[in-house]
Structure formats: structure tokens, C-alpha cells
């Protein structure tokens, strides 16, 4: 690596650092701090990562406050697929990170066994003041590592993050039998990866445009 590329490539991870534009998934009272930390007494945009968005595509670090249920799972793994590369998250609260007080089946024991996480914050719910070390660590993290092409991404065969084949993607496909002993979070048997026009059917079965 030459000067040059060395320079630019601490310029790139600099503006994204300074730049970063969070998807905030609040569930709890988690939200709630993270409103603070948004609001005028503490004033997130200091560190330049004000401008949430609640389009995944537009967003690059994901703050996933408060717990997570089974159901609100495929939510969450869908935004995160989303989002572009690069990407972060930060796993806001005890909840996010290990269920929490909830630990029953219906929760999420940690969102990092879904999805992966760069950052935790601890605490039930943690104050607006540990968020904003969260994002100060994570912009350590970036201007540590990180190329302007992107070329840490060239080794990556596959996609970071859950499989695209959830429960949910699974109904949608038509014509092809989901048996018993199938595992859910991976393609039918017999799926070549595509399918033509008009074999997909909405999430209670019936075709698109059908009324019955």
C-alpha cells in the first residue's frame, strides 16, 4: 500500500466515522434514552450521527435498543440485510444483549446470535451518556480499519448476517413443499435460486391478485 492509498483510505474511514447515519429499532425503554441522547441536553450531533433515518438503505449503523422478541426477529434480520455495506450495530441495554430480565422463550437471549454486533452497551436501561461512549467507540473502530474501494469486502464469499431464508420467505415460495423435517433458515430442497414470474403468493398463501 502506497502513501497515497493510505491517505485516502484514512480519509474515507474519517467522513465515515463523522457521517454516521443510524437505524434506530427501539422496542423498550431503551428508546427512550436514546431520544435523550438525541435531544438538545446531550446532543448527538456533536459526533455527527444525528441524522437517523427509518429507511435501511440510507442507514449504515444499526442501534438495536431494548429487547427482541421471536416474532420481531425476521423484522430485524430483514433490516439488517437491507442496509449496505459497510455496516455496524450496537446492541443497546441488558435486554439486547442477554434477554435481560426475560428470560423465557419468547425473547431474544442476545441479538448477537442473529445478527452480528460490534459494540455493547450494558446497563437496564443504560443513560444517554454510555450511547455516545458506544458511538465514540465505534468510531475508533472505523478509522481503524475499513479501505475507501472497499477491499476488505473482496475476501467475503458470503453475506455477513442471517440467511435470507427465514420462515417468512419460505411461505412466499409456491410450488414447493416444505416438509416436516426441513430446516427453516435454509432454501426447499430442489431450490435452484430463482423462480419465475408470478410464483410468489402474499403470508396467508394465496396468489397475488386472487380474492379467495
Known sequence: ?????????????????????????????????????????????????????????????????GRVVMKMLPVLQRIWLQMPEPKWCISMGACACTGGVFDTYAVVQGVDRFIPVDVYVPGCPPRPEQLIAAVMDMQK?????????????????TARGPNPFDLDELKRLRGLPILPDQNLTSPPRGYSGELP???????????EGSRG
Not at 473502530?141 to 464469499?157: D, P, Q, S, V, Y
Not at 414470474?197 to 396468489?207: L, Y
Open 141 to 157: 473502530k472505523i478509522k481503524a480499519t475499513g479501505t475507501l474501494m472497499g477491499r476488505e469486502f473482496k475476501g467475503e464469499t
Open 197 to 207: 414470474m408470478g410464483q410468489f403468493s402474499d403470508m396467508s398463501g394465496r396468489k
Open 1 to 65: 500500500m502506497t502513501q497515497a492509498d493510505a491517505l485516502l483510505n484514512w480519509a474515507a474511514n474519517w467522513s465515515r466515522s463523522n457521517s454516521l447515519w443510524p437505524m434506530p429499532f427501539a422496542t423498550a425503554c431503551c428508546g427512550i434514552e436514546l431520544m435523550a441522547t438525541a435531544a438538545s441536553k446531550h446532543d448527538i450531533a456533536r459526533f455527527g450521527a444525528e441524522v437517523m433515518r427509518f429507511s435501511p438503505r440510507q442507514c449504515d449503523l444499526l442501534i438495536v435498543a
